[in-house]
């Protein structure tokens, strides 16, 4: 891996530097166990900068963490924020270090669903989850008050569960957050090719979740939907991110389609680094999603 540009912060520079390589023999007991240490790690760190309340709760069965902020936005109560957590399906790599700055800089309340994970449980029991959730805020809030997001594993989730949306004929949310996602499971991105170990792609990676699937069905796959029927998005990566090219592809598909679609991409950062670290470069992109988000709810 190349030295970082003068432009990476030195908060990034130190915080990336110090991440141990991934052990890809690890038991996935042990994987899940490490996952939730940097969560809790994550977690103290960042309610030392945002006042949050976090509890754990329930939406039509799934189990939940909501996050209330301290200090709401005006008419917060009818407006709802639903997260889906990264960690490739098998663990929690961010139910609380992708909600807790976003509830604060929105002002807006956060459910994050639990959804049931692989490979005890495979597509679709995931969106599955991901639906009864949605519908059961659809209960209490106009969808033109809801958004949905997440990050990498949450990112798929939230376009896949656009997808089943379409399909089911319901309601669309009034904004997506796409951030660092696959919506194309049938090819490898480019830049899997040039940041990830020879032999590995993504979609391989996460046959857990997807089992014998049809990865050119639409509603594993996205890209294949019609998308002119989703709703505004906005979507991240890093250049140094291994789904960027399928983010990327996400994103023009989005355009092609009329979809008011955004893309930012932050210069050498890795794949879903506001997720782990505290970086100025973490904060600014919580700044782009709570931004956008505030936009669409209004």
């Known amino acids: 891996m190349p030295d ?8 990034a520079r130190a915080a990336l530097s110090a991440i141990p390589p991934q052990n890809p023999n690890a038991s996935l007991a042990d994987a899940r166990a490490f996952a939730d240490k940097v969560q809790a790690h994550m977690r103290d760190v960042q309610l030392k900068k945002y006042d949050v309340a976090i509890e754990e709760g329930e939406s039509a069965g799934v189990p939940c963490r909501i996050f209330t902020p301290k200090q ?3 008419g917060a109560a009818e407006r ?3 997260n889906f957590h990264g960690g490739g399906f098998r663990l929690d790599s961010g139910s609380y270090s992708e909600n807790i700055p976003i509830a604060v800089l929105t002002g807006v ?9 692989a490979p ?3 597509f679709p029991a995931a969106v599955d989850d991901a639906l009864a959730v949605y519908k059961d805020a659809l209960k209490t809030h106009d969808p033109k008050r809801i958004v949905i997001y997440g990050t990498s594993a949450g990112g798929i989730l939230a376009a896949q569960l656009l997808a089943r949306l379409r399909a089911e004929k319901l309601p669309m949310p009034a904004a997506a957050g796409l951030f660092t996602m696959i919506a194309d499971w049938t090819v490898p991105g480019d830049s899997e090719a040039s940041f990830v170990a020879k032999g590995f792609t993504a979609a391989s990676s996460m046959k857990s979740y997807s089992g014998d699937h049809d990865l050119a069905d639409p509603l594993m796959s996205p890209l294949y939907d019609d998308l002119s029927a989703y709703p505004r998005a906005l979507l991240i990566a890093g250049t140094r991110d291994e789904l960027l090219s399928h983010t990327v592809r996400f ?6 389609a009329g979809v008011d679609a955004r893309l930012a991409v932050f210069e050498a950062m890795p794949h879903a680094h506001w997720a782990y670290i505290d970086a100025p470069e973490a904060d600014q992109a919580f700044e782009l999603m709570a931004r956008f988000f505030k936009e669409a709810l209004t």
Not at 4 to 11: K, N, R, T
């Open 4 to 11: 970082f540009p003068a432009s990476v912060s030195p908060e």
């Open 72 to 74: 709401v936005a005006p």
């Open 80 to 82: 709802l924020l639903i």
């Open 109 to 117: 309340r956060v459910v994050s669903a639990l959804y049931r994970m």
């Open 120 to 122: 005890e449980h495979k």
């Open 251 to 256: 994103h023009l598909a989005l355009l092609a």
